[in-house]
């Protein structure tokens, strides 16, 4: 038995780059080459598994990984397919890859909401969580297997509606199609079995996750800096998004300004700075941090 950790990631597609990104962000030193399955870290005791990313829950149910990164969408679509119940459930949530899994229907069809969809066809990639819906809802329509381009099922006579993911909306709008409910919200999610680790590998995931952990809080963490009157202190400190007491650092040559400097956990938008000026704040800079440890 080895003791390096395997994980699964898509080789290629929409989740591949900010998967191996966000590996590269968390230490990790790798090369991914052509057709190869296997790709060695070289400075951790990791391998990481290149697939298609249908096959990462099973693969990490049935032990030919050990952790996986996966579409929640793809996740819930096998958790309900799978013929026997499949152990890989989500570990931590990434937040990249976002996408919503929708019905939708010609805009100038029949199918204006959900309660039109009895006896009617659906056309989908993702049955089992489309019946789910459906089941939940008391609704009765026919699935219509699809196994891509589920945009073009009400133009060629196959289906009333759809049900696929969408991000930006283009391909609904290109289609004529208008989106009418959400039924599944995802994001990219590392996800692992219950099956217990060796030591060797608990530890490394271990390390893995805090490492994962720190690189998703650097993201919407912010280091702000700015000149302040001292009364204005308290005020300031107030609109600070996220952020514990501040460091506050008297200002050479002046009575009556400080130097404040404090981290902030959440977005820093425009409109904050624009109410932190109003409050006669100065000087201000909003820097990113690139890494964070508790
Ligand atoms: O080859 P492999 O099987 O590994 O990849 P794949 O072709 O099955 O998946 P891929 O790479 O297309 O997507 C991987 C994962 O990315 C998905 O499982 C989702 O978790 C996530 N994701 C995020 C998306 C989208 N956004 C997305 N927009 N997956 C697919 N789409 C498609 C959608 O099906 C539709 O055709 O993009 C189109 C809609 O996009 P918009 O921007 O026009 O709305
Ligand atoms: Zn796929």
Redesign the pocket.
């Known amino acids: 038995m080895t003791d390096r950790l395997r994980i699964a990631l ?7 780059d900010d998967s191996f990104e966000l590996l590269k962000k968390c230490g990790l030193r790798f090369a991914i080459r052509g057709g190869g399955l296997l790709a060695r870290v070289k400075n951790m005791p990791i391998d990481l598994l290149l ?4 096959d990462i829950p099973s693969f990490v149910a049935n032990d030919a990984a050990d952790i996986g990164i ?5 996740l819930v679509e096998e958790q309900l397919t799978a013929k026997t119940p499949l152990d890989a459930n989500i570990a931590m949530r990434l937040g990249f ?3 919503k899994l929708c019905l939708a229907a010609p805009e100038q069809g029949a199918v204006k909401s959900s309660k039109d969809l009895n006896n009617t066809r659906i056309a989908t ?1 993702y049955p089992g969580v489309t019946a789910q819906y459906l089941d939940e809802q008391g609704l009765t329509a026919k699935l219509v297997d699809m196994k ?4 073009l099922a009400p133009s060629i006579g196959i289906a009333e509606s759809i049900c ?11 289609n004529k199609l208008a989106a009418f409910e959400t039924i599944l919200e ?3 999610v590392l996800i692992r079995s219950g099956r217990k680790l060796s030591p060797a590998k608990a530890d490394i995931l271990d390390k893995l996750m805090n490492r994962i952990d720190g690189v998703l809080k650097s993201k919407e963490t912010k280091y702000i800096m700015l000149n302040a009157p001292k009364t204005q202190v308290d005020a300031i400190t107030e609109l600070l998004p996220g952020s514990d007491a501040p460091t506050i650092i008297p200002l050479a040559g002046s009575d009556d300004l400080v130097a404040l400097q404090a981290v902030c956990t959440e977005n820093i938008f425009w409109e904050t700075l624009e109410d932190l000026k109003g409050l006669g704040a100065r000087a201000i800079l909003v820097l990113p941090i690139e890494k964070m440890m508790a």
């Open positions: 898509q080789k290629k597609g929409r989740l591949a697939v298609r990313d249908d996966v579409g929640e969408n793809v890859s976002r996408c990639t891509g381009a589920v945009e696929d993911l969408v991000s930006s909306g283009a391909t609904l709008e290109a995802s994001e990219a």
